[in-house]
Structure formats: structure tokens, C-alpha cells
């Protein structure tokens, strides 16, 4: 049997918690008093969940609170997460405002581009994205991939270590099976 750990609830971690939505923020898609003010306010008590969110509309501004187990979470976390929702928030205001179409998960970003140069781990990976001939099938591109390295590692379970070219092998006998 699973031993219960009381210090856990036993439903659930994370909770998320929308109060008195239902005024003029909501009416007007949160475009007009979304960001008048953000208030960060430092209290103490004691975490019932792992991770617990409140947002609060008061018709006229947005709050928030956080409220983690200090053993599962430290301070600079929580203080990413908040950011990484303001930011979010931002972009869904913005887009709303100034784009109006309907906007995809793949348009958001879940960091800001100053905190990717801020951060010089991530410097690297802001330029890479690569154009590909989107007519193509996966497969095609995967084949096109076994030409240009055939002998490079492609999968890696456990021990096992195949190369496209190797693995291009097993997947067309799979096929022809």
C-alpha cells in the first residue's frame, strides 16, 4: 500500500482560484483595468496545498497571492512564476488591444526577451529556429535526415543506441512487416 503523507492533501497539490470575477474587468475581457495596479504584499501562513493562486477583480484592479511549502518551492520560484503569469496576462492584453484576431499558444512567450540575454544560459537558444519545407511528410524529413548523417545517434533507451541510419533500417522492415 502507498503510505499517506498527512502533510499533503490527498486530492490535490496545486490549487488555482478566480474570485469575484463577474465585473467590469471581465465585461470587458480584462483589456481596460487589467494592469493599473499590481500589488505585491508579503504574508506568512501556513501552506494547506503544495502550491496555492488566488487572483482577485475588484472591478478596477487585478491582486494575486501566492501560497507555496516552503519545502517544495524557495522565494526566487515563486517570484518566476508570478512574473511568468504577469507576462502572459500582458501578452493576452496586448493582443486583444492592438491584434483583436484570435490568439494561438504558440504566439506567447513564456519569457521575456531580456531575461533570456539577463540570464546568458539561454542566449544561445534565441536564434533557433530554422526554416524546413513544410510539404513535406516527417517521414520525408526524417529520411532526408538519414542522407546527411547517417551514422550520428538518433535514439537512446537504456543501453541501446541506434544511428538514423540503423533505426531508418528498423522502422522500414516495421513498415514492410
Known amino acids: ?3 499517506q503523507d498527512v502533510s499533503r492533501h490527498p486530492l490535490f497539490q496545486v490549487m488555482f482560484g478566480l474570485q469575484s470575477f463577474g465585473s467590469k474587468a471581465k465585461q470587458e475581457y480584462g483589456v481596460d483595468s487589467l494592469f493599473q495596479q499590481i500589488e505585491g504584499r508579503l504574508t506568512y501562513d501556513v501552506a494547506k496545498f503544495d502550491l496555492s493562486v488566488m487572483i482577485d477583480d475588484d472591478g478596477e484592479n487585478l491582486s494575486g497571492s501566492f501560497n507555496y511549502a516552503i519545502g517544495l518551492f524557495n522565494e526566487i520560484t515563486i517570484d518566476h512564476m ?3 503569469y504577469v507576462y502572459l496576462l500582458e501578452q493576452m492584453v496586448y493582443h486583444h488591444k492592438e491584434v483583436g484576431s484570435k490568439l494561438l499558444l504558440e504566439d506567447l512567450s513564456w519569457v ?3 531575461e533570456y540575454r539577463e540570464e546568458g544560459i539561454f542566449s544561445n537558444l534565441l536564434d533557433t529556429y530554422s526554416e524546413y519545407d513544410t510539404t ?3 517521414h ?3 529520411e532526408r535526415q538519414v542522407e546527411k548523417t547517417p551514422d550520428h545517434i538518433a535514439l537512446v533507451y537504456e543501453d541501446v543506441k541506434l544511428t538514423y541510419r540503423e533505426l531508418n533500417e528498423r522502422s ?3 513498415a514492410y512487416y
Do not use: P, S
Request: aromatic letters at 6%; hydrophobic letters at 45%.
Open 136 to 138: 513535406v511528410t516527417l
Open 140 to 142: 520525408d524529413l526524417f
Open 1 to 3: 500500500g502507498v503510505v
Open 112 to 114: 521575456r526577451e531580456e
Open 172 to 174: 522500414n522492415q516495421l
Open 82 to 84: 508570478i512574473k511568468t
